[in-house]
């Protein structure tokens, strides 16, 4: 049944599973780079087609299966204008939880890889689209009625849980559900960071004078989870620009730019471009602090090391 055996894993439960799913035979299973928190597949069938695939431990199923809701929120909201990899099976397959997406044909290097069609001037249009585009989609999707900030359900930003409770109250929100979980994550390990109480205290009061509406928010946009795709796979209307690894939520649309300046990787032109078509408000710098903050404090308690001096220092920076 299996042509072409190019991997051990050819031989798990998982791929027998999703061979009888498709119909298809697997013809070859390779590794590729696909974060730190599942093991990622490139999956050649026999028909000719690739899939993209993530797997993990069987408890860890509610994650994939988070992911796959936000996929298919974002690729709702996004339309034509940003390439979103569509979610084709997500279940526990043999002793694994696995995830089956869409295969995109990528640039190497993710945000900050080559510039397409060979010039640099090109890429930065790209990058100028991408950011119009995402603007596009923040307001699109605060037209929409909701309950206010929040999600449907709880999910996950990495492999940590993101709690999702509706709420009108942006501030309380941001200080409620997004830094004081990760603040009781840091305790239960150990780490007091000092000024956490008073930082808890003072959130709501910064982040409840620019107006903040809920959006769609990607959650997770650093420059690891969006790329330009190759130039044949272009389609008309559309930017040039895949996002993909979610942890969506209503939320202040600041926290996607935010995000996308904390670890690099975006040019220039992206931010320039959301800005021409949805100007961010009067003291974003400012709440941009706060919005790095979160992802500092996530990135301590899943990884330890530097992270937390980084954490304790911005949170000092904040209550001075």
């Not at 603007?135 to 449907?152: D, K, Q, Y």
């Not at 979610?246 to 959301?274: H, I, K, N, T, W």
Request: proline content about 5%.
């Amino acid at each position: 049944m299996l042509a072409g055996v190019a991997w051990p894993a050819m031989r798990e439960p998982w791929v027998r599973w999703l061979e009888e799913t498709l119909g298809q035979d697997v013809e070859r299973c390779r590794p590729v780079g696909g974060g730190c928190s599942h093991s990622a597949w490139a999956l050649e069938l026999a028909g000719g087609s690739r899939l993209f695939a993530k797997t993990n431990q069987a408890q860890l199923l509610p994650v994939l299966e988070a992911e796959m809701e936000g996929l298919l929120a974002l690729g709702a909201a996004a339309g034509a204008e940003l390439v979103v990899p569509s979610p084709l099976h997500c279940a526990l397959a043999g002793s694994k939880a696995l995830l089956v997406i869409d295969w995109l044909d990528l640039l190497d290097g993710g945000s900050g890889s080559g510039a397409v069609g060979g010039t640099a001037a090109k890429a930065e249009l790209v990058w100028e689209a991408a950011g119009a585009a995402l603007a596009r989609l923040h307001r699109r999707s605060s037209a929409s009625t909701s309950p206010g900030f929040g999600w449907p359900r709880d999910n996950y930003i990495g492999n940590s849980l993101q709690p999702n409770r509706w709420s009108q109250d942006w501030g309380r929100f941001f200080a409620g559900q997004r830094l004081g979980p990760q603040l009781k994550l840091a305790e239960r390990s150990g780490r007091s960071l000092k000024g956490s109480r008073r930082l808890l205290e003072l959130t709501p009061e910064w982040l409840n004078g620019h107006g903040a509406v809920p959006c769609l928010v990607h959650g997770d946009l650093w420059g690891g989870n969006a790329a330009r795709m190759a130039l044949s796979s272009i389609t008309p209307g559309s930017a040039g620009v895949a996002l993909f690894d979610p942890a969506v939520y209503l939320g202040d649309r600041e926290v996607d730019l935010a995000m996308a300046q904390l670890f690099g990787g975006f040019s220039p032109a992206f931010f320039s471009g959301y800005d021409g078509e949805w100007p961010r408000p009067a003291g974003h710098s400012q709440r941009r602090r706060l919005y790095d903050l979160y992802h500092l404090l996530n990135h301590a308690n899943l990884f330890g090391g530097g992270y937390w001096g980084q954490a304790q220092g911005l949170i000092a920076e904040l209550v001075d």
